[in-house]
C-alpha cells in the first residue's frame, strides 16, 4: 500500500515537471511573436466600438462572404478590437457585423475604406438606422 502511494506521489511530481517545461515553452513563443510587433502593428486595424446596446455582440468580419469573429463587444460599453492579421486586403475595405448575444436583428457596417494607420470607430445603436461607422 505504501509502494503505491510513493508511486502515485512520483506520478504526479513527474507529471506537473512535464506541464512545467510545456507552460516554459508556450510562454517562449509568443515573445518570438512579439519581436515582429513593429510590422504587423502597420498592418493591424484596430476597431474602436461604442456598444449603446443593452446587449452583448459578437463582433464579425464580413470578408468574401464569410464571417470571422473578431472578438465580443458587452451592452453599454465601450470596446477595442483588432482585426485579423491580411484581413484587411489590397482593396482596403472593410466591413463589420454585430450579432447580438440572444437576440434576434445583426447589425452591420456600410462597406469602408481603411487605409493603413487609420481605426474603424462604430457607434452600435439599438438597430441599423441608430448605429453608424466611419474610418479614420
Known amino acids: ?25 508556450t510562454e517562449a513563443a ?10 504587423s502593428s502597420s498592418s ?8 449603446r446596446n443593452y446587449s452583448d455582440m459578437s463582433i464579425y468580419l464580413i470578408s468574401d462572404g464569410l464571417r470571422v469573429r473578431v472578438g ?14 491580411g484581413s484587411r486586403r489590397a482593396n482596403w ?7 447580438p448575444i440572444g437576440g434576434s436583428a445583426a447589425i452591420r457596417t456600410p462597406t469602408l475604406l481603411v ?4 481605426k474603424v470607430y462604430w457607434t452600435i445603436g439599438s438597430d ?3 448605429s453608424y461607422a466611419s474610418a479614420g
Open 44 to 51: 493591424t486595424v484596430k476597431v474602436e466600438i461604442d456598444n
Open 1 to 25: 500500500m505504501w509502494t503505491a502511494r510513493m508511486g502515485l506521489l512520483g506520478l504526479l511530481a513527474l507529471a506537473a515537471g512535464c506541464g512545467a517545461s510545456r507552460s516554459a515553452t
Open 93 to 99: 475595405r472593410v466591413r463589420l457585423l454585430a450579432d
Open 72 to 85: 465580443s463587444a458587452p451592452g453599454l460599453s465601450k470596446t477595442t478590437l483588432a482585426l485579423p492579421a
Open 115 to 118: 487605409a493603413p494607420g487609420q
Open 30 to 39: 509568443p515573445r518570438q511573436q512579439g519581436t515582429d510587433k513593429a510590422d
Open 128 to 130: 441599423n438606422a441608430s
